[in-house]
């Protein structure tokens, strides 16, 4: 359709599992699961499922998960859920129920390894649907969860389902490109594939003072052995706009593309780097985001859409709405229609994009010219 950014329509795969909506991380956590529930509400009162084919749910299974954790953190995900042993050994060890500064970022919860299974289920199948060539994009908006370790939890994150899916990928596709435009550092993924040659891992990110995940992401961390210049990280500071994200992004991924020709790309598209986040402090507005990817989509290799981070969750919600439309090629109204949630979106005027008041940009100071530099560092690490 004419509306698409390279004018070409794309087969999509559509994951959800209602099954996630009422997972409650506790009253007073950021991470709302619900948000996946009202990205999936608004898709569908744009009627924008009948442009998608739904994948069916299937959630992981023990072994699946296995592949990726250690069979310790694994077994204490299950038992602790279900409750059907006595658990004896030290669950902050494993990054569970640690109390910092009075917060738990990771708690034991109901029916905690059920979500794990049903978010991880969901990339996986979704990777097997671009590995079987059904689908030129595949979507699980509650998948993405970049953080969590093979042997422990980390950044509200348990299992890690990328990790799964690339490697799932890796089975059918020679190289596989990971990128991951969450407002915080991509490192569980980056950790696990920092010494592949087959895996090339790319995170924007804030990087400021005592910013989660704290002292990583760096601009010269750039991979070991085998692997090395085939991590990517791009750090920012506070108040990025749209202008200066993309005088970043647009160079770097083109290059990317250029040396690295991956056969399939995941994109983690966590939503924590958009304007007015309750956590991230990136200024991007609902179109920037969605331009990384279609910019992606563009150069017609198979594409899994993750979801990931985004606290502020109409502001979420309507971001992965609008991605699934970008996925599938058509432009959306900007009215919001009439349905379920819509009274989440009073604060925004029932429009899908809010309007960013942009502050001071930290990254774009004259004379230190930071976007430059850090573009410029990064693609010397390219070509290298
Ligand atoms: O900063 C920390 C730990 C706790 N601090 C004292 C050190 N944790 C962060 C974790 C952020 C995780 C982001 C996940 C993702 O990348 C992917 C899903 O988006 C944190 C923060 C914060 N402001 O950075 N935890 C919490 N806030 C928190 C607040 C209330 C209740 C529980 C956790
Ligand atoms: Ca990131
Ligand atoms: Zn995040």
Redesign the pocket.
């Known amino acids: 359709s004419a509306s698409c950014p390279d004018g070409q329509k794309r087969r999509v795969c559509y994951y959800y599992d209602s099954g996630i909506a009422n997972v409650d ?2 009253p ?4 709302v699961p619900r948000r996946v529930d009202m990205a999936h509400a608004l898709v569908r009162s744009y009627g924008l499922l009948d442009d998608m084919t739904r994948l069916r749910e299937r959630p992981a299974t023990e072994d699946e998960i296995c592949a990726v954790h250690d069979h310790d953190y694994v077994d204490l995900l299950r038992d602790l859920t279900l409750g059907n042993k006595p658990v004896t050994c030290d669950v902050k060890a494993y990054g569970l129920n640690k109390v ?2 009075g ?3 990771n ?1 034991v919860i109901p029916g905690m390894w059920d979500y794990c299974q049903r978010y991880s289920g969901g990339s996986l199948t979704a990777a097997r649907a671009l590995a079987a060539g059904e689908a030129d994009i595949a979507i699980n908006w509650s998948g ?4 969590a370790c093979s042997g422990k939890a ?4 348990y299992v890690n389902d990328i990790t799964m899916a690339v490697t799932e990928l890796l089975a059918h596709f020679r190289r596989v490109l990971y990128l991951d435009i ?5 490192d569980g993924v980056e950790a696990a594939f920092a010494d592949s040659n087959r895996v090339m891992t790319v995170s924007f990110h804030q990087c400021t003072e ?5 002292k990583n992401g760096l601009v010269d961390d750039v991979g070991e052995g085998t692997g090395i210049y085939r991590t990517l990280n791009v750090p920012m500071k506070e108040g990025m706009d749209d202008e200066g994200y993309h005088r970043m992004f647009r160079p770097i991924m083109a290059r990317v593309m250029e040396v690295f020709q991956p056969e399939a790309i995941v994109m983690q598209c ?1 939503a ?1 780097s958009l304007f007015g986040d ?3 402090r990136l200024n991007l507005s609902i179109g920037g985001h969605a331009r990384c990817v279609a910019f992606m989509r563009s150069f017609n290799v198979p594409l899994l859409l993750l979801g ?4 502020t969750v109409n502001h979420v919600a309507a971001c992965w709405c609008y991605e699934t439309a970008v996925a599938v090629g058509k432009e959306i109204h900007d009215d919001i229609p009439s349905h379920w949630y819509d009274h989440y979106y009073q604060d925004q005027g029932y429009k899908i994009h809010y309007p960013v008041k942009q502050g001071r940009n930290k990254n774009d100071n004259g004379r230190e010219a930071y976007i430059a530099t850090t573009t410029n560092k990064v693609l010397d690490h390219l070509s290298k």
Do not use: E, Q, W
């Open positions: 991380y506790g007073r956590h950021n991470m910092v500064n917060s738990i970022d708690p993405g969860m970049h953080h980390s950044g509200f994150c969450d407002v915080h550092h991509g005592g910013f989660f995940p704290f966590g924590d309750k956590l991230g990931g981070g985004g606290y």
